[in-house]
């Protein structure tokens, strides 16, 4: 499925912590996060324990940008254009689903 069950962090505190601590990130499950304006973004995975793709979304939620990134790695993840979103997602899941930069999302806030 291309359905995402995702945590929203849409405060300043809410996306520093974003998922870190984690142990596991279950498959179709994320994070969404959500900025004020478009801008250039940047995430990195300290105290993130599990391998994630992220995708970066731009004021219309076109995914302009999807990378990989490592637990632990402190080296910084720049998306390539700016982005109002970003979701992170378990390795492997854009993939998996066939999702490519260039498609656009739909978000359901609030959904059981």
Same mark, same amino acid.
């Given at each position: +499925? %291309? ?5 929203? /962090? ?18 179709? +499950? ?8 478009? /801008? ?14 992220? /995708? ?20 910084? +993840? %720049?998306?390539?254009?700016? /982005? ?12 998996? +689903? ?15």
């Amino acid at each position: +499925t %291309d359905t995402v069950r995702a945590e929203v /962090a849409r405060t300043n505190e809410q996306r520093s912590r974003g998922l870190m601590y984690r142990e596991e990130l279950p498959e179709g +499950t994320g994070m969404l996060f959500v900025f004020e304006e478009m /801008a250039p973004r940047s995430f990195w995975m300290r105290n993130t324990y599990v391998p994630l793709d992220i /995708a970066f979304l731009d004021a219309e939620r076109r995914i302009v940008d999807i990378q990989q990134m490592e637990p632990l790695d402190e080296n910084f +993840t %720049d998306s390539s254009a700016p /982005a109002m979103f970003a979701l992170e997602v378990p390795l492997g899941w854009f993939a998996r +689903t066939g999702i490519e930069v260039g498609m656009v999302a739909t978000f359901v806030f609030g959904a059981p």
